[in-house]
């Protein structure tokens, strides 16, 4: 069964770094291209990076420079370093398997952790 459990949102002023994490069970992780998508309220979810099992890393324009995905395989853990933080990041952030250019893998989705990036 698998599961993703994703943490380490919060409530941030413009231009605030926040760390997310999120932890999988159930899949094979050190071989498994992760992904962080992000939903905000009334659009739809997309992909923002991607890291491959090797350590390849893949963003959106609107992240690079400001957004780091980091894994740790030991750990089944997945990382997103957020700095520079706006008011368009907030979204609920969640992790999955990445098939594809952005093709999440897991029909499961965990609860997400909400980023609210305002003044």
Request: aromatic residues 10%; contains cysteine.
């Amino acid at each position: 069964q698998v599961q993703l459990v994703e943490s380490g949102g919060g409530l941030v002023q413009p231009g605030g770094s926040l760390r997310l994490s999120c932890t999988a069970s159930g899949i094979v992780f050190d071989r498994t291209t992760m992904g962080w998508y992000r939903q905000a309220s009334g659009k739809q979810r997309e992909l923002v990076a991607t890291i491959t099992s090797g350590g390849s890393t893949k963003y959106v324009d609107f992240v690079k420079g400001r957004f780091t995905i980091s894994r740790e395989n030991a750990n089944d853990t997945v990382y997103l370093q957020m700095n520079s933080l706006r008011p368009e990041d907030t979204a609920v952030y969640y992790c999955n398997g990445v098939a594809g250019e952005r093709r999440p893998i897991f029909a499961s989705w965990g609860q997400g952790t909400q980023v609210t990036v305002s003044s």
